[in-house]
């Protein structure tokens, strides 16, 4: 089955740098990497998801890459705010059951 | 679009009670629902997959008696967690997913239940 590594496990910006999570999966059938951004107390939120037919897709300030050949994708947040303070997820969709399995999560803190 | 509602957010109840959590899609009809459950500072753990009309696909080490999942239509699927204990505390989670578009479709979460038992 499908096996998702996330780094770091914490992340401290200044108000305005940019950051960057990085994720690797284990199953070269996976064809599906959403991101989460979860609040205290809230559940996860979809920011941004990519298909393994692209390699780069992006929202605003939010970017999504792919490397399917080396089985790793990362997300980027520019021009960081206080907001984007949160816990976030990258995931991966084991095809064979058609669920997502989730990295271990990255605890971003934004500065002001 | 893409509303995942659910209810209740909060419930603290006695040891030996049984407590219902219901997850509904407001926006869109979800065959696919899923649970998970969350310790603190941890990732989400998948409890169980809900087929709308079929009975639900349990996660290895998830007791299907303790965690009854019912998916009566394509808008609900509930989790009764029967006879709670101090360690069933955690924080549920439910997500739904758009029906009939199979693989690469995103999963839409609730806001949680925090689920307290004394």
């Known amino acids: 089955g499908e096996n998702v590594e996330q780094h770091p496990s914490t992340l401290s910006v200044q108000e305005g740098d940019s950051a960057v999570i990085k994720c690797t999966y284990s199953?070269?059938?996976?064809?599906?990497f959403p991101w989460y951004k979860q609040e205290l107390g809230k559940g996860p939120q979809l920011i941004i998801d990519?298909?393994?037919?692209?390699g780069e897709k992006k929202d605003q300030r939010i970017a999504v890459t792919l490397n399917k050949t080396a089985k790793h994708f990362s997300l980027h947040i520019t021009e960081t705010q206080p907001e984007d303070s949160a816990v976030y997820f990258c995931?991966?969709?084991?095809?064979?059951?058609?669920?997502?399995?989730f990295g271990t999560g990255t605890r971003l803190l934004v500065s002001p | 679009g893409a509303v995942v509602s659910q209810h209740p957010s909060w419930v603290i109840c006695k040891s030996g009670t049984s407590v219902k959590i219901e997850c509904r899609s407001l926006?869109?009809?979800?065959?696919?629902m899923f649970w998970y459950r969350q310790f603190p500072k941890q990732s989400l753990m998948l409890m169980a997959t809900?087929?709308?009309?079929?009975?639900?696909?349990?996660e290895q080490g998830v007791e299907k008696d303790k965690f009854l999942i019912n998916h009566a239509s394509l808008t609900l699927s509930t989790l009764t967690v029967t006879s709670a204990h101090p360690e069933d505390s955690s924080f549920y989670i439910c997500?739904?997913?758009?029906?009939?578009?199979?693989?690469?479709?995103?999963?839409?979460f609730g806001d949680g239940t925090r689920l307290s038992i004394l």
């Open positions: 997500s739904a997913r758009n029906t009939g578009t199979g693989l690469g479709q995103p999963q839409h």
């Open positions: 199953d070269s059938a996976s064809n599906y």
């Open positions: 990519i298909r393994s037919n692209v």
């Open positions: 995931a991966a969709e084991d095809t064979g059951f058609q669920k997502l399995v």
């Open positions: 926006d869109f009809q979800a065959t696919t």
């Open positions: 809900s087929n709308e009309g079929s009975k639900a696909t349990y």
